[in-house]
């Protein structure tokens, strides 16, 4: 049995340092399954593929490593999809593992294969959005693949990889020395960095411009850097603007910190941008949502403004507008080195206090004109003021996982995020029911911090069976389901464009309808809490976090729009020269 592939892969990935897999079983990987019974790796049980997908996406952006997935043939494969497609968009690094069909059964359509174009092709299914996608072809290779794999995931522009393997394949004796070789090989490659030439220029020319902004992005916490990027910032006093994965890589707190750009992005924060002169962007690949949809009347205006671009990928530099100098590096060891020649050039660094009383007057001023909403008693509750009570209640290092609409875009808009790394959001993919599953994810990665999920019902409602793997296995997550009976988001835009709601609103006989997601809750076995009044949310959130286990809180929420001063080509595509945005559909 020692020498049995799956009871080596497990031994492999304990050597790795592997501590959970997420997945749920089938007739293809129980060999797997039965190999991590007796392994320190804990096996994290989901109902549902997607679940498992995002909870090792949230694992992976919290623990900052390769997080690692078990996952059945065919709908098992297809479930997961789209959580492993989310964490593709977004550059987490993750080891899909499927099952597959038995090697001896190529050409028959044996049980759950996905076969309608080619035979034993299930790993076909991924390759548009996975870095590569393996089958497995012989019991001996697999331990090569796997160190491939891992290697893969986690180099470059990390993100998933899958490694199919032939169900047979898991049953059947190989060399150990096989997979003894691959503990020779290095675990972590060298990343570039840049030269000391590169870095006088990049700070000569910083300094001498007269508007220079930073422009950030979900890279820098990949990375590894935000001390370094914040360290800097301080030290030339450069303003800094970010992307929605951006939130939070240099703490809100921050004086030179102006905010996120783009449709949700405050108009102040698009016009700083759109007026620099120098922009060195830093791990970002210039999204439409993050940059008015490219449209140089609203946030950026490349190659008016120059712009230096440092980047792991290649790829990535110029992909969206023009670069006057771009670098490809690993961002820790660039901005280590720029700090240091920053010093050197500049040892007593620059004071800029006219730019950090400007953004203070500017967050001193969107604070007061939100300050109606956050104090309004009404009930349902104004989105700004579930938002604003929920920043007093949480510690500053508290992950907070998102999902789609207000709690996404109002997040990143509004609440302020404090520890790097800490707000987990789908950016690329905005997928509905990523929230509740990575903050799962997050826990477990980091189960000493608080993790809340502000979720809508609509986010919640895609897969509510994460209550029941919380339950099992007790991780004390509080999700704050804001509830406006509706896909919200959606719903706004239909009604300002087409004056119609049909299809996005949650409705019984004519009437506003909401699951009891409170006693769903409790049919899992999780704590269930239905907020009745704007004056109970906020101690029952203070008591729920304190009680350290699972809790549902919901709380039921206007459906007012994101208040916005950006752009998106999409309300041009609508309402052609109309200016129209959203609409409340209360």
């Known amino acids: 049995m020692k020498n049995l592939v799956s009871h080596q892969l497990v031994r492999y990935l304990e050597e790795r340092g592997v501590k959970h897999i997420f997945g749920l079983c089938g007739h293809t990987n129980i060999a797997v399954l039965t190999a991590l019974e007796s392994s320190s790796i804990k096996f994290i049980n989901t109902r549902h ?44 690094p993750m080891v899909v593992i499927a099952g597959d069909i038995p090697s001896h059964y190529y050409g028959k359509h044996p049980h759950q294969e996905i076969n309608l174009h080619a035979d034993g092709a299930q790993f076909e299914v991924y390759r548009p959005f996975v870095k590569r996608a393996w089958r497995v072809e012989s019991p001996h290779l697999l331990p090569e693949i796997m160190e491939k794999a891992f290697q893969l995931a986690e180099s470059g522009n990390p993100g998933p990889v899958l490694v199919s393997v032939p169900m047979d394949i898991f049953s059947k004796e190989v060399d ?232 996404k875009n109002g997040v990143g808009q509004q609440f302020p995020i404090y520890e790097p790394g800490s707000i987990l959001t789908p950016g690329g993919l905005a997928t509905m029911g990523f929230g509740p599953a990575a903050a799962l994810g997050a826990k477990l990665a980091y189960p000493d911090r608080v993790a809340v999920s502000l979720v809508g019902d609509g986010g919640f409602g895609q897969n509510p069976a994460v209550l029941a793997t919380a339950a099992e296995e007790n991780i004390p997550v509080v999700w704050v389901i804001m509830n406006n009976y509706a896909y919200g988001t959606i719903a706004g835009l239909q009604k300002a464009h087409y004056g119609t709601t049909l299809g996005t609103l949650f409705e019984r006989d004519g009437q506003p309808y909401s699951p009891e997601f409170s006693s769903i809750a409790k049919g899992f076995g999780v704590e269930g809490i239905k907020i009745t009044s704007a004056a109970e949310f906020k101690p029952a959130l203070e008591k729920a976090i304190q009680a350290n286990k699972p809790v549902v809180i919901d709380v039921a929420m206007l459906n007012n729009p994101v208040p916005t001063d950006g752009h998106w080509n999409i309300m041009d595509i609508y309402s052609p020269d109309k200016k129209v945005h959203h609409a409340a559909t209360n």
């Not at 004071?351 to 309004?376: G, L, P, R, V, W």
């Open 49 to 92: 593929e997607q679940i498992a997908a995002h909870m090792a996406d949230g694992y992976a952006r919290a623990k900052k490593e390769t997080a690692v997935v078990l996952s059945h043939l065919g709908p098992g494969l297809t479930n997961a999809a789209t959580g492993v497609a989310n964490a593709a968009l977004d550059s987490i």
């Open 176 to 407: 150990p020395a096989y997979f003894e070789k691959q503990k020779h090989h290095t675990k972590k490659l060298h990343k570039p960095s840049i030269d000391d030439e590169t870095a006088r220029k990049i700070i000569q020319t910083l300094t001498e411009a007269e508007r220079p902004v930073f422009y950030v992005g979900g890279g820098v916490i990949l990375a590894d850097a935000a001390k370094e990027l914040e360290e800097l910032v301080n030290h030339l006093s450069i303003p800094v603007a970010h992307s929605l994965m951006g939130k939070g890589v240099v703490p809100d707190d921050n004086p030179f910190v102006l905010g996120m750009t783009g449709f949700w992005g405050r108009k102040f924060i698009n016009q700083k941008v759109k007026e620099a002169d120098y922009i060195l962007a830093l791990g970002t690949r210039f999204a439409e949502a993050d940059n008015s949809s490219w449209e140089e009347e609203f946030t950026f205006t490349a190659p008016e403004t120059k712009l230096i671009q440092i980047d792991i990928d290649p790829t990535e530099i110029g992909r969206n507008y023009p670069v006057e100098l771009g670098i490809v590096a690993d961002l820790k060891q660039a901005l280590t080195v720029l700090n240091r020649v920053a010093k050197e050039l500049l040892p007593n660094g620059i004071q800029n206090e006219k730019a950090k009383a400007e953004i203070a007057d500017f967050h001193s001023q969107f604070k007061e004109n939100n300050k109606t909403y956050i104090e309004d008693n009404s009930f349902p509750m104004q989105p700004q003021r579930i938002l604003e009570e929920v920043r007093q209640v949480l510690p500053r290092d508290a992950f907070i996982t998102t999902d789609v609409g207000w709690n």
